[in-house]
């Protein structure tokens, strides 16, 4: 049985496991350069199936800080991943969706957001969720904005050294959708 953490009107939100299944997809997610570019690896990540069913075998058993699959509710066909950051010591939580390009376009990733920030304000006591999507990524910026997402600055981030050949340094910007807000506008 598949570990659903939630689901939302057309989609399933599920634990990945170090299946082909979920190995597959994910090979598909991180070596698709339309899908990594806007997160600082234009030629995608440069993973085999083994290392990412071995990274999928080492995720830990909560739903937090983990590998999350997105499925159609439907077909149970996956179209991406997602994440549910646990809240940092500011009390601000994390999140993040990669959704294959060929369901681009279809409010799938508002609904993958919605969903993520109703989760945390259900399980977690955060007073906001973060998001920073680069500059260039009109769509992810769409993304937070249908959910209440504020931008509240800008940052730079530097891969480490080490990395530097294959990524490219992000301009990014960072919105936060708060407890309060989000609460009083729902």
Same mark, same amino acid.
């Given at each position: 049985?598949? #570990?659903?953490v939630?689901?939302?009107?057309?989609?399933?939100i599920?634990?990945?496991v170090?299946?082909d299944?979920?190995?597959?997809? +994910?090979?598909?997610?991180?070596?698709?350069?339309?899908?990594?570019?806007?997160?600082?690896?234009?030629?995608?990540?440069?993973?085999t199936?083994? #290392?990412?069913?071995n990274?999928?075998?080492?995720?830990?058993?909560?739903?937090?800080d983990?590998?999350?699959?997105v499925?159609?509710?439907?077909?149970?066909?996956?179209?991406?991943?997602c994440?549910l950051?646990l809240?940092n010591?500011d009390?601000?939580a994390?999140? #993040?969706?990669?959704?294959l390009?060929?369901?681009?376009?279809?409010? +799938?990733g508002?609904?993958?957001?919605?969903g993520?920030?109703e +989760?945390?304000l259900?399980?977690?006591?955060?007073?906001?969720?973060?998001?920073?999507p680069?500059?260039?990524?009109?769509a992810?910026?769409?993304?937070?904005e249908?959910?209440?997402g504020?931008?509240?600055?800008?940052d730079?981030y530097h891969f480490?050294?080490?990395?530097?050949? +294959?990524?490219?340094d992000l #301009?990014l910007?960072?919105?936060?959708?708060?407890?309060?807000?989000y609460?009083?506008n729902?």
């Open positions: 049985m598949l #570990d659903i939630f689901q939302t009107p057309r989609l399933v599920r634990k990945a170090p299946s299944h979920d190995v597959e997809l +994910y090979y598909a997610l991180w070596s698709n350069p339309k899908v990594m570019t806007f997160v600082g690896f234009p030629e995608g990540l440069k993973m199936r083994e #290392d990412i069913r990274q999928l075998a080492g995720c830990n058993e909560t739903e937090y983990r590998l999350l699959i499925e159609l509710k439907d077909t149970n066909q996956p179209i991406g991943e994440k950051g809240p010591s009390d601000i994390g999140t #993040d969706v990669k959704l390009p060929e369901f681009w376009r279809n409010g +799938y508002s609904e993958v957001k919605r993520l920030v +989760y945390l259900a399980h977690t006591d955060c007073k906001a969720i973060k998001a920073t680069n500059k260039l990524n009109i992810s910026q769409k993304m937070q249908s959910v209440g504020k931008c509240v600055g800008e730079t480490p050294e080490k990395m530097r050949s +294959y990524t490219v #301009d910007y960072i919105y936060h959708v708060s407890r309060t807000d609460e009083r729902k």
